[in-house]
């Protein structure tokens, strides 16, 4: 195809529902074998990527699970690609969202479990190359097993991790997830117009599967809770332009046992 044709697939598309930044990767995969109509990288489009901790993708109706309503989930699916085999390398907060961050794998990043590990030197992360290329970065998690003495914050202009310590379990130090999005949503209002990250971290539905009333007190109750708290997020990202411009990730770190396999969390 010419480079005409490429522009004339990109411009059909763009009249679907699907949005443009996700078809971008259809364009990437197309011109790849074409060096003269490489697109130009970018370096204005905002990136956000949301972790929902202990998220089991077949307890999502968006895998089709009937067990619990996500309407602001669905929503956000129907406005994306949905990855139907991805994996987690590590069933472990921190060393997965290393991985995550990086590209590396364990032996790489340097870090194995939630504690006693911190991030290898030499390794490069995502926030730091996006820094090189313009970006302001920033992030606001919900467990203490990724505060930033770890080196988990390499890279971030920005990085909240205050969170309570539990003295009986540091795995169940947590905050809760709006008070994580209050401090995502302080940092991105003034920035809604500029080149940014945000790596946002929720917490819910880690146990203990304790979500606020009307909210059952289940491993999808929390789920169901989640899905409120981010439909106030996706509303801030509307109002304030950051939305349809924006790369949105949607991922979990890892599932959660549930009795499979004798193994509850």
């Known amino acids: 195809e010419s480079p005409a044709g490429y522009r004339r697939a990109f411009s059909s598309v763009r009249s679907s529902p699907v949005k443009p930044r996700i078809v971008l990767l259809l364009v990437f995969a197309a011109a790849a074998c074409r ?5 130009p990288r970018s370096n204005r489009t ?30 956000l699916r129907g406005d994306a690609i949905r990855f139907e085999h991805a994996y987690s390398h590590v069933p472990l907060t ?7 961050l990086t590209g590396r794998l364990p032996a790489d990043t340097g ?70 999005i209050r401090i995502a949503k302080n940092w991105i209002k003034p920035r809604a117009s500029k080149p940014f990250f945000f790596f946002l971290h929720l917490y ?3 146990t203990p599967y304790s979500p606020p009333q009307p909210y ?19 509303k801030f990202l509307k109002e304030n332009g950051v939305y349809e411009k924006a790369l949105i990730v949607f991922v979990s770190d890892h599932g959660e046992g549930l009795g499979d396999h004798g193994e509850e969390e």
């Open 216 to 234: 059952p007190q289940t491993y999808d109750g929390e789920i169901s809770y989640v899905d409120d708290l981010l439909g106030g997020f996706f």
């Open 111 to 180: 870090i194995r479990d939630n504690l006693g590990f911190n991030l290898a030197a030499n390794v490069e992360t995502l926030p730091a190359l996006l820094k090189r290329n313009g970006y302001e970065t920033g992030a606001a998690v919900s467990a203490f097993v990724l505060h930033s003495e770890t080196g988990i914050n390499r890279g971030f202009d920005f990085y909240d991790d205050n969170v309570e310590i539990n003295p009986h379990s540091l795995s169940r130090s947590q905050r809760s997830g709006g008070d994580t």
């Open 35 to 39: 060096r003269d109509v490489l697109p």
């Open 46 to 75: 905002p990136v956000v990527l949301i972790s929902i901790d202990t998220l089991r993708s077949d307890h999502l109706p968006a895998y089709g699970y009937k067990g619990v309503d996500t309407p602001n989930i669905d929503a």
């Open 94 to 100: 921190l060393p997965s969202h290393a991985t995550m």
């Open 204 to 206: 819910e539905p880690h």
